[in-house]
């Protein structure tokens, strides 16, 4: 199986097929972005469908995996190599009733990611990444990261026994990731000001170390994360929506998402593939400045600003990858305020639907989207919802703060006090 696998350059001009025996994260030739390619055979796609979804009966860890499950399209892995799983993927799909009628109206539905075993995405990238780590016998492993990627890698790297590597910008990222990160063993570093700091130092020290990178320029990472189209379109009944709105940071996740659509349209899984819209925060909008201005090279933000700071990041290392998955599915991007943010966050928890800043992004973008006649009423939308709630709780407790009166009652412990506080309070 793993011949049918190599590691390819993005470049146009350049293409060039790396050395086999390496891993590596960039083209030994020009530096560009690599890609994991494969000779595909050819599939019968109804007779695959079929088996994937039987999978879901089987106990056994490959077929419990929500990433592993569809493993036809991740063919770089040994036969019988052990994989390195903790059920990761089989998240929900929900539907929105509020969010949809306040973004639209369009019909939105939010793939919701936040339920994976550490509480976001970067899960579905971290079992493919770490388990080609642990077959190549990797002693070391290491990212940068806001904060996800981080409890993510801590989790995965645990499970099998590896050193994991943090190095995070001081004082940047939710105590909750920071948290994860250490209560699974890694080593945190704290180093920088912003996240393309602490990256640009890892990248540049990561080779004299010995440490293997797992952020997103890993092209294995975008293996594991492209999955999710196939989970998502098997929970459609494989009819693909009109769009697929995901938050943009590093724009690995996009392009990830990208690449499994343009897979699986080529090989005869769905006849067309939807739009994919990128969302970034105002204050760190690099990719979303470049894209309207048809600019040739992305202008890094230097100095980032969101409160969403999951994708508080201002030099997007795939943003050339996203790129060409935006031409491809004739997509977009957006960018919204904070304020747009927590607003969509607060109308996402109305429906009952929890999930961290960066992921409400989507939602913020999908109603600016539509009332600029860009994304058309009644579309057929879903929303990747990246992250737990959980994930940033103090950003909620900020949103609180002041509003003891409104929605935090402190009240004597005493029946007639209650009483007095709560006919002020209660709704009829
Ligand atoms: N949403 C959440 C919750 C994230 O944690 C991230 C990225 C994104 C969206 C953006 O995804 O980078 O693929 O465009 N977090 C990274 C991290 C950078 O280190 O956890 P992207």
Known sequence: MMSTAYLQCIEERCGRIQDPKQDAFQCSSCGGLLEVKYHFPAFDSEALRKEWHQRRLSGEPEDRSGVWRFRELIPFTEPR????????????????????????PVHLTVKHQGSNPTGS???????????RAACRGVRRVACASTGNTSASMAAYAARVGIQALLFVPRGQISAAKLAQALDFGALVVEVGDTFDQA????????????????????????????????????????????????????????????????????????????RLVVVQAAGANPFYRAVSSSACELIPETKPVTQATAIRIGNPANWKKARR????????????????????????????????????????????????????????????????????????????????????????PNLDALRHALRAAVRD
């Not at 999710?228 to 995901?246: F, H, K, S, T």
């Not at 009423?377 to 959980?390: F, S």
Request: aromatic share 6%; with cysteine.
């Open 199 to 274: 990256f640009r130092l890892l990248r540049d020290l990561a080779p004299e170390m010995g440490l293997y990178l797992v952020n997103s320029v890993n092209p294995f990472r975008i293996e594991g994360q492209k999955t999710i189209v196939a989970e998502l379109l098997e929970q459609r009944a494989w009819r693909p929506p009109d769009y697929i709105v995901v938050p943009g940071g590093n724009l690995g996740n996009v392009s990830a998402i990208g690449k499994g659509l343009r897979e699986l349209l080529d090989l005869g899984f769905i006849q067309k593939a939807p």
């Open 325 to 412: 998955v935006l031409e491809w599915s004739k997509g977009f991007v957006e960018s919204v305020t904070d304020e747009e943010i927590f607003e969509a966050k607060r109308v996402l928890a109305e429906d009952g639907v929890g999930c961290e800043p960066a992921s409400a992004a989507t939602v913020a973008g999908i109603r600016k989207l539509c009332r600029a006649g860009k994304i058309e009423r009644h579309a057929d939308v879903v929303a990747v919802l990246t992250g737990n709630q959980l994930k940033d709780t103090d950003a909620i407790m900020r949103r609180f703060q002041g509003m003891e009166s409104e929605r935090r009652l402190r009240v004597e």
């Open 81 to 104: 190599a052990r994989i390195v799983s903790l059920s990761e993927g089989s998240t929900p799909l929900v539907g929105t009733r509020r969010a949809g009628w306040w973004t639209g």
């Open 121 to 131: 995405f970067k899960d579905l990238g971290m079992t493919a990444c770490i388990t």
